[in-house]
């Protein structure tokens, strides 16, 4: 009785085997699949996007445009009638008085001769006086000249010399850099473009490097696309170059240029 009992323990149960085989399949089947589910979804680089700060919402509201003001309303009939009657009112027009010119009595006896000039300078002027300049006016100063003031001291007529711009490539202007830091990531990246488009783009820009080495004259030529805090951080990135100043003919002179920045977001 025992010998059969064990026997029957024993005894091989092929429903037990498949049922056993399809559970290892199972498990195996699933571990691998949540390994490659893992793999993709680290190659896909998928990152969790913070949502937009109170400053940002802000700004989106300011930069609305209110809508405009309704128009007035129209003025009432009776007082439009009113109006015109008042603008058709004749307004008398005041007479004009007539000057009697009357003709003097008495004459001048002694009318002086055009001819005789009376002990005049020769070839001069009337209303002239003794030690005038040829080409003067009447009633200027003796010894003054031609378009003078009066009681000033002699000022140069010359126009005064524009100083000159020279524009020179961006090469021949970086190698006299002193310092010339590249614009900073940690601040592109708090950008919108940055955080939210994550598209690439190209911004120009133009500045100048004065005697003393400093730069001015910062300008945007270009743009970065949707972003313009993009540009406002390379202007002042670029506001923080130094550079030797350019010395032509044994003088330091103001160069202009010009460079483009390419931004590319990860």
């Known amino acids: ?78 007082n439009q009638m009113e109006d015109d009657v008042e603008e058709e009112e004749d307004i008398p027009e005041e007479e004009e008085v007539l000057e009697e010119i009357v003709q003097p009595d008495d004459k001048p006896k002694d009318i002086p001769d055009k001819k005789t000039g009376g002990g005049g300078v020769p070839k001069g002027v009337p209303g002239g006086v003794p ?73 120009k820009t133009s500045f100048c490097v004065d005697t003393s080495g400093k730069v001015v004259d910062v300008k945007t030529k270009k743009k970065f696309p949707g972003d313009p805090q993009v540009d406002q951080i390379i202007r002042d990135t670029i506001k923080k170059w130094r550079f030797k100043p350019f010395v032509v003919g044994g003088k330091p002179v103001k160069t202009c240029t010009e460079r483009t920045f390419s931004i590319k977001f990860k």
Do not use: C
């Open 1 to 78: 009785m025992a010998f059969e009992h064990y026997l029957s323990t024993t005894e091989i149960n092929p429903r037990r085997i498949k049922l056993l085989m399809a559970a290892a399949v199972v498990a195996v089947t699933g571990t691998f699949a949540m390994i490659f589910f893992m793999w993709v979804a680290g190659k896909m680089s998928i990152a969790r996007v913070d949502p937009p700060t109170i400053d940002f919402i802000i700004v989106q509201m300011t930069a609305e445009e209110p809508p405009p003001p309704p128009p007035p309303p129209p003025p009432p009939a009776g």
């Open 131 to 203: 030690g005038g300049v040829p080409g003067g006016v009447p009633g200027g100063v003796p010894g003054g000249v031609p378009g003078g003031i009066p009681g000033g001291a002699g000022i140069s007529t010359k126009p005064t010399e524009s100083k000159s711009v020279a524009k020179k490539p961006l090469a021949a202007v970086m190698s006299q850099a002193v310092y010339s830091p590249d614009p900073d990531q940690k601040q592109l990246q708090q950008t919108k473009a940055a955080r939210f488009d994550k598209r690439d783009g190209t911004n």
